[in-house]
């Protein structure tokens, strides 16, 4: 009996063990662990990487370029269980694990360190900072001195490949946002949220784009080469111009180098850390040194002497080998920079040590959070550039340098899946890899094409009616001191009806001249591409009876837009106009274009504008109801390196380092269409932007032009007058419409930014993070005796208002306007005060004035 008893209580616990003994097991059978985390930057919440995580007497794991690492670990081959984290510059970080748990997350914030190299005394840094003695500047005075040996065209020749990665996402994503009844159908992309990329933040990625690319560069001639092996991105359809999305993120977050003395991020030229001026602007620190690869590194920090200008924070490791090359960087954006909606910018370079011994740039991640509030939901961009299989001094065919600087293979944009598994030198996280698959599943569902349908129609202001567009909603209705109150509805086709053939078309009514005014237009695609994508080619034929002011000449604006129906001053000349026109426009690849035209124009006066002739009989005038021409031309412009986003309406162009040149000619051919007169017209046109660094840009324009051959004042140049209270670039903001009439003329015109140079170094004034600009505008011409009815009484008489003459000839002096202005006020708000300096005495005209201008940018 006593033997059953034992024999039942050691099978009692026998169960036992095995139950709870299996349950230990169950938990961590092998004593191993998985953990994994991201480290920042205590300071700034930004990742580091490059971070050395272990434990004691274990391998340990570097951090990725978003601070994220993974680590596996044994109890059996660890000396104890503080998990460390140590990065040159920063404390060494630690925290206790339980080996007990086999998969946990730990997250680690490291505080920069203060040591310096052991031969540098270390002041207190609240001691008067002076680049003076400053070991730190003299040996950033170093790295700049070696710059050129560490770039690229330190080679003759040099060969790599690329790869890009460029993401889009919404930041902050709110859960409240997944339980909207509204939103329901759209779970699918709401659902694919990443929390592990940015700590403490919620990401549902919205576009990505991946490039592949050989590279090929050479010094003697100077050239290089990009052929685009694979190319793939999201697409949202019709209602996003996605190659101008391209484009216009690739200037937000261009390709950094940290050798250049500014990178332009932004929209904004950011003053490198190792510019030839970075001493003047920033504050050089030592931290440490330390020995890598057999050479010394130091790290060094630096801050900007002023937190609000153009600026970075952030470390570099340099070589003492030397060169003093840049090993790794890392560039923070400081806290109140002056850059609207950025919450945080930082950026990672990394290079690796050739066979040579320099250094060349590995891997570049730029990553910026955007956001009205700093905790509400924004837009994270980031822009990932890898480069591998270096070979450099190696022979290059002169054939690899045919054609054009950037060419993309036929096959690029089908690569398969295999393609970018063996090309992709960038993982793509969990929720970026869902993203081609979400946006394609997206555009095609009908609730979302009828939302983006109603955007696009309140803010670009066309509305889809099948086959067609109607718009633009800004011209429905305005008002002008001709037509009174003026309805107008338009409209055109879209690739909906055909890829070739496009029809466009208004019709307008004025209430006061109760007149009907139209426009039509059929253009014909020649590479079955819309008329509305680069590059253009296509034939065009037209029809236009309306009204239109003289010298009124606008940019990315309709002429009947209602909010510029308000002007100051006298705005009653006027003229109806017929044209007819035929147009075949080509461009090219390299943004070179030509546009052959024939037009027939036939102008009648309206308002209280005349075209009265003197006769022989004093104070006897004769009129003529219309002037008749008919013209040839041919406009040439090239506009190099050009990049634009494509409107509805128009091609807005981001703005860069390039210049645009423009010419025309006209022949004005007496005969052809019943024209009047023979002339030739040749206008020139060069626009430029300087960028100055620290001292912001300048923007300018110079025009000229040239008229042969006797004209009437409608036929002759009628400079871009502002007569509304918006600040116009391109116009004279304080002369009147036919103010001036010239058949020759040159024209300056020139706006500087400061982008807050002084406003930054201003108490209280910086809080505001307003930035100046500057302005002048100035016209020089004349008008030949020929076509001056002022001297020549055959010559058609210029315009009077009130019994006084309004319309006149330059003489000796030039027109002269400036002014300055405030510009990011509340963020997208320009004003300036102009000031007019000759021809005071005209009459009815503006000696100052207050314009305002909206415009949104960073």
């Known amino acids: 009996m006593s033997f059953k008893i034992n024999i039942e209580r050691k099978l009692l616990l026998f169960i036992v063990l095995l139950v709870f003994g299996g349950a230990v097991l169950a938990q961590n059978p092998s004593g191993s662990i998985v953990i994994k985390g991201v480290v920042t930057d205590a300071a700034g919440g930004a990742p580091i990487a490059n971070v050395s995580v272990f434990f004691s007497g274990s391998a340990g794991v570097l951090t990725d370029s978003t601070g994220h690492y993974s680590l596996f670990a044994s109890r059996r081959f660890v000396k104890d269980n503080h998990l460390k984290f140590v990065y040159v510059g920063y404390k060494t970080g630690s925290v206790d694990v339980n080996f007990d748990v086999p998969e946990q997350n730990v997250d680690m914030q490291l505080e920069e360190s203060g040591h310096a190299l052991a031969d540098v005394i270390v002041k207190n840094h609240r001691e008067k900072y002076r680049n003076r003695d400053n070991p730190a500047v003299a040996l950033i005075k170093q790295v700049i001195a070696h710059k050129d040996e560490n770039r690229m065209n330190a080679y003759n020749t040099a060969s790599y490949k690329q790869y890009e990665k460029m993401s889009v996402s919404v930041s902050n994503f709110s859960e409240k946002i997944k339980s909207k009844k509204a939103l329901k159908k759209y779970q699918f992309l709401l659902n694919n949220v990443d929390t592990t990329k940015v700590k403490g933040q919620s990401l549902l990625p919205i576009y990505l784009e991946e490039t592949s690319s050989d590279n090929y560069y050479r010094n003697h001639p100077k050239d290089e080469k990009k052929i685009i092996t694979g190319a793939r991105k999201v697409d949202f359809g019709e209602f996003i111009d996605t190659k101008g999305v391209t484009k216009y993120l690739g200037s ?157 293979a036929d096959s690029a944009a089908h690569r398969d899946q295999q393609f970018w598994a063996e090309n992709r030198l960038d993982t793509l996280s969990t929720a970026e890899s869902k993203t081609y698959m979400n946006i394609d599943s997206l555009k095609n569902m009908k609730s979302f094409k009828r939302t983006m349908d109603w955007i696009t129609f309140l803010f670009a202001g066309y509305k889809q009616v099948g086959p067609a567009e109607i718009g633009p909603a800004n011209t429905f209705y305005s008002f002008n001191p001709v037509e009174g109150f003026r309805l107008r509805l338009g409209g055109r086709t879209t690739t909906r009806l055909s890829d070739r053939l496009f029809f466009e078309g208004y019709g307008a009514y004025g209430f006061k001249d109760q007149k009907f005014k139209y426009f039509g237009s059929a253009t014909y695609s020649l590479n079955n591409k819309s008329i509305y994508k680069f590059p253009q080619h296509y034939v065009r034929v037209s029809y236009q009876h309306d009204t239109k002011i003289p010298g009124q000449d606008l940019q990315f604006v309709q002429e009947d837009n209602f909010f510029l129906s308000f002007k100051r001053g006298n705005n009653d000349k006027w003229l109806y106009n017929d044209y007819f026109n035929i147009n075949y426009k080509k461009e090219f690849e390299n943004h070179f274009s030509y546009d052959f035209n024939v037009r027939y124009w036939k102008q009648q006066p309206a308002g209280t504008l005349d075209f009265n002739y003197a006769t022989s009989q004093p104070g006897l005038l004769k009129s003529v109801d219309q002037v008749k021409t008919g013209e040839v031309g041919v406009t040439l412009r090239y506009a190099p390196g050009e990049v634009y986003y494509q409107t509805k309406l128009y091609r807005i162009p981001l703005i860069n380092k390039y210049p645009i040149f423009q010419f025309r000619y006209t022949a004005g051919i007496k005969g052809l269409f019943g024209g009047e007169y023979n002339y030739n017209n040749l206008e020139a046109n060069i626009f430029k932007r300087f960028y100055l660094s620290q001292l912001g840009f300048t923007d300018v324009t110079v025009d000229a032009g040239y008229i042969s051959g006797k004209v009437p004042y409608p036929l002759l140049s009628l400079p871009r007058a502002n007569q509304t209270y918006a600040y116009q670039l391109n116009s004279y903001n304080l002369m009147n419409f036919l103010e001036f009439a010239s058949d020759h003329y040159v024209s300056l015109m020139a706006d500087h930014y400061f982008n807050g140079f002084f406003f930054n170094k201003i108490p209280l004034i910086r809080r505001l993070k307003w930035r100046e600009v500057i302005e002048g505008k100035a016209l020089f011409g004349g008008l030949r005796d020929e076509n001056n009815p002022m001297v020549n009484n055959d010559q058609m008489r210029f315009p009077y208002t009130n019994g006084m003459m309004s319309t006149f000839a330059l003489q000796n002096e030039p027109y002269l306007e400036a002014g300055f202005g405030i510009t990011n006020i509340f963020k997208i708000l320009r004003v300036d005060y102009v000031r007019r300096f000759t021809y005071l005495e005209h009459s009815d005209i503006a000696k100052w004035g207050i314009r305002v201008r909206v415009k949104f940018d960073f």
């Not at 970075?278 to 890598?292: G, H, L």
């Not at 955007?370 to 070979?391: C, H, N, Q």
Request: glycine fraction near 8%; charged fraction near 20%.
């Open 252 to 408: 937000l977050y261009a390709a950094i180098d940290i050798y250049d003395n500014n990178i332009t991020l932004l929209s904004n030229q950011f003053l490198s850390p190792i510019a030839g001026s970075a001493p003047t602007f920033y504050k050089f620190y030592i931290r440490d040194t330390v020995e890598r690869d057999g050479i010394k590194i130091v790290h060094l920090a630096f801050s900007p002497r002023n937190p609000q200008d153009m600026l970075f924070r952030g470390n570099l490791d340099i070589t003492l080998d030397g060169h003093y090359a840049v090993q790794r960087a890392r560039l923070f954006s400081p806290i109140g920079i002056n850059v609207n909606f950025l919450r945080s910018m930082n950026i990672s370079l990394d290079f690796v040590k050739a066979d040579n011994g320099r250094y060349l740039l590995t891997k570049s991640d730029m990553m910026a959070d955007f956001g009205i509030s700093k905790k509400g939901m924004g837009l994270y961009g980031e822009r990932v550039i890898s480069f591998t299989d270096f070979k450099t001094d190696m022979p290059l065919a002169d054939s690899v340098f045919n054609g054009g600087q950037i060419v993309e």
